[in-house]
């Protein structure tokens, strides 16, 4: 035990803290996944967000200190994203083959995804800043924010409704597609990313590397198309 609490003091006065407690969260949150056969509730991001979170709280450790660690992992997202372009390329014959399928299907996830956030949120009576901030919800953290601050909207709140978005559309993408009857791993794949973005497709991948070769296309394209939809929305609602 003072082993233990000699490192636990040592830990909080080096950027290790946030490192430490990210990566060894993590693996315990995808060994409880892996324990209920990847159940959608089971997801690993969601599960690692309400364990650091409940560390935190219980330790007392500020956000900002936890996060001089956290930021290395935070670093590698850029990288990992890029790697979804691995089993994109395993399966390009198949991407080719259903090109045809695939920009209209884009095109028309984007602009439900954008329109129907401003409108939903516009009924709950949003403020105009929340409402900015929410029409780009489906797209990769940096491109929303960028295209928030465009529009007048809030970068961070736009990370937040990102995260969120994500963390429901891997939770809930696969069973409501296999509810409606949808089973191939091309239109999975490609709803996952156009709905939410990378956590949504790394869910998928766990399952298909098909899926997550149209999911990762998803991203890369649905974050193009969202950035060209959305400012005209945005022109469209008015001035403040």
Known sequence: MPHLF?????????????????????????????????????????????????????????YAAYFQGAQYVHFLLGPATVALAVPMYANLRR??????????????????????????ARLLGAPRLVVLSLAPKSVTTPIAMGIAEQIGGQPSLAAVFVLLTGLIASILTMPLLRRVGISDWRAMGLAAGTAGHGLATAQILLHSETAGAFGGLAIGLNGVLTAIIVPPLAAWLGPA
């Open 6 to 62: 000699h490192l636990w003091v040592y830990l909080q006065t080096s950027p290790l803290l946030g490192l430490t407690a990210t990566l060894t969260i993590y693996t315990l949150a995808a060994a409880i996944a892996r324990r209920l056969r990847f159940h959608p509730l089971a997801n690993p991001v969601l599960v690692a967000i309400l364990l650091l979170a409940v560390l935190l709280e219980v330790t007392h450790v500020p």
């Open 95 to 120: 991407i080719r083959a259903a090109a045809g399928a695939i920009l209209p299907a884009l095109i028309a996830g984007s602009l439900v995804s954008a329109i129907s956030a401003i409108l939903i």
